[in-house]
Structure formats: C-alpha cells, structure tokens
C-alpha cells in the first residue's frame, strides 16, 4: 500500500535535510511532497536538492493550508504528516507510524517524542494528541471541511476530535531520541514567543469548538 508525506516547511535549511536523507529511503513512501510555506532562506533549494515534489508558497499560509495542499497533491491511500525540524528521526521509526496502518492494525498513528530532550518529551506526555507526526487513512482527512483546514495549528486538534468521534484505531507510537529545536532556539526569543503564543492561540479556538 502506498504512503504519501507531507512535509510543511518554513525556514527550516538547517533540519529539512535531515528529515528527507530519512524518508527518501523507505520504500513504501511512494510520494515526499514539501510544501514551502513562504521561506525566506535556502529551504526549498535544499529540498529540490533530494528530488522530491516541491509545493510553493510565496508568502507564509500556516501549517493547516500547507498540509492541505500537499494533501490535495497526493493520491496515496495512507498520509504521514512529518514537521521539518526533526530531530534524531530514523526509517524505523517512521516505519513503526506507518506499518500498522499498513497492515490494518491501525486507522491512525500518533507519533509522540520520547527519551530525547526534557522540555519537548514533557510537551508531548501532556498533550499527545497534539503531536504533528501522524500517519492516517486518506478517508479521514477527506471528512474533514474547508474550516478544519483554515485553523493553523489548530489542525492536529482538528485531525483528532474528527477521529474520536469516528471510533477510529489510534496508535501511540513512541520516537525514541527524536527532538526538534524550539520556536525561540530557530526565531530569537522575541519573535519565538510571539509565534508560540500565536500556535497556542490556534490550538485554544479549536479546544473550545
């Protein structure tokens, strides 16, 4: 069975590399989509770099509208959705998000960090359902209406309130030693703080919908 990954970038030249040198390699992933959400610095070269489809924005949509257009690219019946500043990710562990589905154990894969570092494992402990990495059946996001996909992050809120309400099998898969650099680490610490707030805005609406 086919499985497509959708990768939303913006300015992520130091890690983008990373993530692709992985997923390149793995056979069931039949289309790598990056979509290149209004970067200014050498992401989409980087990209183009690995041979994988590259999707353009010109100025910076937000992570819902970049994954529906790498969604509406794609015609794999499984998605895997992968943030671009991964850290420390392995094809076996993007093996572990999209076998299950594979092989009909799971409708959804929920890939949550572990063993890495305190601050982002202790994010994800709280709110797992939060994760961004996630691989699911394509019917799922196809339920999904043009306002789940205008919320930013609020998407992965989206993703899983529709998938509660449908019963569907969802798997937590632990990712061993995988991290991500923080807003403040990648922007400054003032321009992180206003793009943190502004993330946790986003997931707040969707909370109380």
Known sequence: MKVAVI????????S??????????????TEIVVVNDGSTDKTSQI???FGVRIIEFHKNQGKSLALRAGVMSTTSPIVLFLDADLIGLTQELVKDMILPIIHGYADMTLGIFCSGRSVTDLAQKIAPYLTGQRA????VLDRLDLEDWQTGFGIE??????????DLRIMKVPLANVTHAMKEEKMGLVKGVAARAKMYWEIIKQLSN
């Open 157 to 166: 809120m989206a993703i899983t309130r529709l998938a509660k309400n449908s």
């Open 136 to 139: 699911m059946k394509r019917w």
């Open 7 to 14: 990768i939303p970038a913006y300015n992520e030249e130091k």
């Open 16 to 29: 983008i590399g990373l993530v692709l040198s992985v997923v390149t390699q793995i056979p069931e992933i």
């Open 47 to 49: 990209a183009l770099s």
